[in-house]
């Protein structure tokens, strides 16, 4: 279960009364209601070696990169090029029928600087598993709308926010921002001030605010 | 699903979701009509009265009968998202009242649970608990606009203004709460920043008891009136695995058969105290859906009586500080909104804003299975389906 | 130019009666359909648990008038790409058919509003028939989807619902043995039964037919606001809008009247022929009087001095009306005013019932889809009223010929009628469940639907 409710927390760093007090300071009065934050909170990725995995690896092999957990939930990192096969497997013998969510993450920094990110649901195992998949400035990622036909508007999004292409989607279109509009804005080097000047002259008729 | 030939079927379907999308292609030159006529297209929207906001939808008419469809969507896009990278956790809070709007309280749940699980803090049980009344609250408030809305579609007039006097009833519950009604940013990230005020219990109880009456009344107008059955039964069938495949949640998924909850599947808040049950429809019409959402409003006032009866002493505020910088990580968590899973996926690179804020929204997704919904149904039926969706514009174009 | 006056004097004296009638038909009209959609406006407010129209006005008393001026004033558009002289004529058609049928109608024995032709009710539904005319151009000059669907469902509508109607009619005509007005009123009030006693099954048809000739909820499929955003009226605006409107109020005041004429006795009192209820006759100056008197009561509640004045004006106006039907009652010398006065109070409260039934019907029912109204048009109410008109001459036949007891007779028919209307009942929800079988049908859950 990948998303089991949080096990008990190791007891903060100790309660207010405890605290050391800084020498030569007066004692300052307990704060009820907000101690410090703990400073090494036990949450964060670590690798991950269940049994879905090992079917992975068994079967994938190196086409599964990564396998991590990260707050009790697992994440698989596969290989592009190897993406309409696993999801096909996941869906079909996995069990994990329900595509959630599909979005992408922009690391500018990166060798491939898109994570394409699945989150999918099993109704089976009442689990869920993020599926993720790297893809460099220009690469395209197979469409996974033929597995999981929630894929088409979801990736129609992705496409329209970073400009990832989608291999074999049927009606890769812009689908939130005008079929016109030029620039990707959840990419990290659009800025939050751009807009696409031209668009809003033409269309709108008056001078961008920005 | 454990079809027989997965694959083919899915083909199938892939097949039939490019042609939905492509209508603009293929509305040019029909396969010919039943009279031979020309085919009509109707714009309906973005300015319709019963398209529940600014969705603008192009029909393919054969008469009256649909022949195809096409979501236009993005009107109210706001880009909330790309706002998310550019605010820390806590300014991002009131953004998402604004998606859904007729159920921010939700929405606010599901950020503040989605930072804390991030942050790996969880949030007192008294925090929990007033959580969720107030979520059940607003699932019931968000329900009753939808049904009054709804029912106005196929020209029943009246439930509206009942379902609008039951919720200013709530709304008056909010705003004693915290001072707003709409979006009311009633939750913090690690607890509540507000407790619950004096006569909360008793105002939660009232409305529960009074609210069985009115439930019944609007199942008068409606439930068995032979109208609103033959305007509803058979329409906008939506099958089991199709509604799976096309990824619906929430109470359009449960009418097709499927009982899936989240708050069941994977317990939030508080749900794992109560007892309550999860209604699921059969042959996930429009009728099914009705009826599946009328008795969710029932079992959420039964959480609420549950709720009220023991809440527990204590913080209200769990330990979080003042700055909050999440370890690096990703986390996705979801709720079941009032219209479906509502799912954050937000990412930390460490910082005090977040790297990353994914918003997955239900009524998005669900709107997706309109075209499927609506093919072969008459322009009237145009309407009650994108009414049972329950769409709200805010959320899909976020 | 002695002749040419002549000539019109000669013209006036002839025809000074249809020509008042005619000028108070245009003038009075608007005003009494302005109230009538001030009363139902009302009613929806208090079946709807708020308080309506409450600013311009006591209780928005002048509401109307506000409503008439701003449609005035307003602008006036007629869309680019529309056909400019369709569509500017066709509401003048559709309001022109409505006033012109009222021309028959009479409101009591002695307010005949232009003349009694003896074919006053074929000439009341063949005029009323003819304002679709106004509907369909209109939608079509529209050069909008939307108005010609409203169009077209309007044109298919009145077809299939004229029929019905029409056969309702005939039941009546049948009982009452002529097509003129009066002597309809008057052969129920010889007979002392009003028609509805005898015909149920005609009456039902009638109703259910007018709702939908009239465009009304839960028939309102030409303008259906949450489909057609207002059908054929979606282009219109200013007054011309609201001569459609206009045409629809009047509509409904004349399917009304028919339908008081034909099958509720007219201006005739209720009871009339029952000796010991002469009492019900001082109903209505002590109805008016109590009106007055509330008006009286509420008066100095209302928050602004001119609509205390307004108040206080209406109360005195609804005592001018209880003294008008009093008198008669009291005054042995004015007895000869009291079949007038009184027939035409009884004959305006027939219709007011009848039309807040159709705005009960509206505030309560969804409304139909176009296949379900068709499929009720032609499955059910066109074939039960042709099997009552036929089952009604038998009776009458029976009674006539034979000496059967009319009431016998016509019970027996009636309930023929009813086993035939509960057969097609049936046969149309079987129709309907096979319909439904074979569009998908209830489907089976999942095989693995998931409990959490």
Redesign the interface.
């Known amino acids: 279960m990948a998303d089991d409710p949080k096990e008990q927390q190791p007891p903060p760093l100790g309660s207010a009364g405890e605290k050391p007090a800084a020498p030569g300071a007066a004692p300052a009065p307990p704060k009820p209601v907000a101690p410090p934050v703990p400073k090494a909170p036990p949450v964060g990725p670590a690798p991950l070696d269940n049994d879905l995995v090992k079917r992975y690896r068994a079967r994938f092999g190196a086409a599964i990169r990564e396998a991590v957990e990260d707050r009790k939930q697992a994440i698989l990192v596969v290989e592009r090029e190897h993406l309409a096969e696993i999801a096909r497997y996941t869906h079909d013998e996995e069990k994990f029928n329900l595509l959630s969510d599909l979005t992408a993450v922009d690391w500018p920094k990166r060798e491939k600087r898109f994570d394409v990110v699945l989150n999918l649901y099993s109704f089976t195992h009442n689990a869920r598993l993020r599926l993720k998949v790297q893809a460099g400035a220009g690469e395209s990622v197979t469409s996974v709308s033929g597995v999981w036909p929630t894929a088409n508007w979801l990736e129609r999004e992705v496409y329209d926010m970073f400009g990832i292409e989608f291999a074999g989607h049927p009606n890769l279109q812009r689908i939130l921002l005008p079929e016109e509009w030029q620039g990707f804005p959840l990419r990290k080097d659009y800025d939050i001030l751009t807009q696409d000047q031209a668009w809003v002259r033409e269309n709108l008729g008056i001078e961008s605010g920005q | 699903m454990g079809a027989g030939e997965p694959g083919d079927r899915e083909r199938a379907v892939a097949e039939e979701g490019s042609k939905n999308q492509t209508v603009e292609n293929t509305l040019k030159a029909g396969p010919g009509t039943l009279l031979g006529a020309d085919e009509l297209i109707l714009n309906m929207g973005p300015q319709h009265p019963s398209t529940h906001g600014v969705l603008r939808v192009k029909l393919k008419l054969d008469g009256e009968r649909v022949a195809g469809s096409e979501c236009v969507i993005g009107y109210l896009h706001r880009g909330v998202e790309k706002i998310a990278e550019h605010r820390t956790y806590q300014q991002f809070g009131p953004y998402v009242d604004r998606m859904d709007y007729v159920a921010a309280v939700s929405n606010g749940l599901g950020y503040c649970e989605a930072v804390e699980k991030l942050l790996g803090v969880e949030a007192p049980p008294r925090a929990k608990v007033i959580r969720t009344i107030l979520t059940e609250l607003q699932r019931i408030a968000s329900h009753l606009l939808w049904l009054g809305t709804h029912a106005l579609d196929i020209g029943a007039l009246t439930p509206l203004f009942y379902c609008l006097r039951e919720r200013e009833e709530i709304l008056k519950i909010f705003e004693k709460y915290c001072g707003a009604r709409l979006t009311t940013h009633a939750f913090r990230i690690g607890g509540l920043q507000y407790d619950a005020y004096d006569t909360l219990e008793k105002d939660t109880e009232r409305f529960c008891n009074d609210f069985h009456r009115r439930i019944a009344e609007y199942e008068e107008l409606l439930t068995g009136n032979r109208i609103w059955i033959a305007r509803t039964q058979g329409v906008g069938i939506l099958s089991a695995e199709d509604a799976i495949a096309m990824g619906v949640t929430g109470p359009v998924l449960r009418a097709s058969g499927v009982q899936w909850d989240i708050r069941k599947a994977m317990p939030y808040a508080a749900y794992d105290q109560y007892e309550f049950d999860v209604p699921v429809g059969k042959t996930g019409d429009t009728y099914d859906r009705y009826l599946v959402r009328m008795e969710e409003m029932r079992q959420s006032v039964r959480i609420c009586m549950q709720a009220i009866q023991n809440i527990p002493a204590g913080p209200i505020l769990g330990k979080v500080g003042k700055v909050m910088k999440p370890p690096v990580g990703e986390v996705y968590h979801a709720i079941e909104a009032p219209k479906g899973e509502l799912g954050y996926y937000i990412v930390s690179d460490g910082t005090v804003q977040p790297y990353r804020v994914r918003i997955r929204p239900p009524s998005f997704v669900n709107l997706q299975a309109f075209d499927k919904m609506v093919r072969g149904h008459l322009v009237a039926d145009v309407v009650a389906i994108i009414g049972t969706l329950d769409i709200v514009l805010g959320e899909v174009d976020r | 130019m002695p002749a040419a006056l002549q000539a019109t004097l000669e013209f006036l004296r002839a025809y000074a009666g249809p020509l008042i009638a005619s000028l108070v038909i245009v003038a009075v009209l608007p005003l009494i359909a302005g109230y009538v959609v001030l009363v139902e406006r009302k009613v929806?407010a208090d079946?709807?648990?708020?308080l309506g129209p409450m600013r311009v006005g006591p209780h928005g008393l002048l509401q109307p008038i506000a409503d008439a001026v701003k449609l005035l004033l307003k602008e006036d558009i007629i869309p680019e790409k529309a056909d400019f002289w369709i569509f500017w004529l066709a509401p003048l058609v559709s309001v022109t058919a409505a006033m012109l049928s009222m021309a028959a109608l009479a409101f009591g024995p002695a307010f005949q509003i232009a003349r009694d032709i003896n074919v006053g009710i074929l000439f009341v539904v063949g005029i009323s028939s003819l304002g679709i005319f106004g509907i369909v151009l209109g939608g079509w000059a529209s050069n909008s989807?939307?108005s010609l669907?409203g169009a077209l469902r309007s044109a298919a509508q009145l077809v299939s619902y004229e029929t019905a109607a029409g056969m309702a009619l005939v039941s009546g005509l049948l009982l009452g043995g002529s097509l003129q007005i009066r002597t309809i009123v008057e052969e129920q009030a010889r007979q002392g039964v009003w028609f509805i006693f005898l015909a149920p099954v005609a009456f039902f048809i009638y109703m259910v037919a007018s709702i939908a000739e009239t465009n009304r909820?839960?028939f309102?499929?030409p303008e259906?606001?949450?489909?057609?955003?207002a059908g054929y009226m979606t282009e219109y605006s200013g007054f011309r809008w609201s001569l459609y409107f206009l045409a629809e109020y009047a509509n409904m005041i004349v399917v009304a009247s028919v339908a008081t004429t034909l099958f509720l006795g007219g201006w005739m009192r209720p009871f009339a022929s029952v000796r010991w209820m002469g009492w019900v006759d001082f109903l209505p100056p002590l109805l008016a009087l109590g009106v007055a008197g509330y008006c009286v009561y509420r008066a100095p509640r209302q928050p602004v001095p001119v609509q205390k004045l307004v108040m206080l004006g209406v109360a005195g106006l609804c005592a001018l009306v209880a003294l008008l039907l009093a008198v008669p009652l009291l005054l042995p010398a004015a007895f000869f005013l009291k079949a007038g006065i009184h027939g035409a109070f009884w004959f305006v409260a027939k219709v007011g019932a009848y039309i807040f039934v159709f705005m009960w019907l509206?505030?309560?029912?969804?409304?139909?889809?176009?296949?379900?109204l068709m499929r009720l048009g032609w499955y059910f109410l066109i074939p039960v009223s042709i099997v009552n008109v036929m089952a009604l001459g038998v009776g009458l036949v029976l009674h006539w010929q034979y000496r059967v007891n009319l009431w016998l007779a016509l019970g027996g028919t009636t309930l023929l009628t009813l086993l035939i209307a509960l057969w097609l009942v049936w046969a149309d929800r079987k129709r309907?469940a096979e319909?439904?079988q074979a569009?998908?049908?209830?489907?089976?859950?999942?095989?693995?639907?998931?409990?959490?």
């Open positions: 929806m079946m709807q648990a708020r989807h939307y669907i909820a839960p309102d499929l259906a606001e949450s489909e057609l955003v509206r505030f309560t029912l969804p409304r139909y889809r176009f296949d379900q309907e319909a439904l569009r998908g049908g209830p489907g089976t859950p999942a095989a693995d639907s998931y409990a959490g």
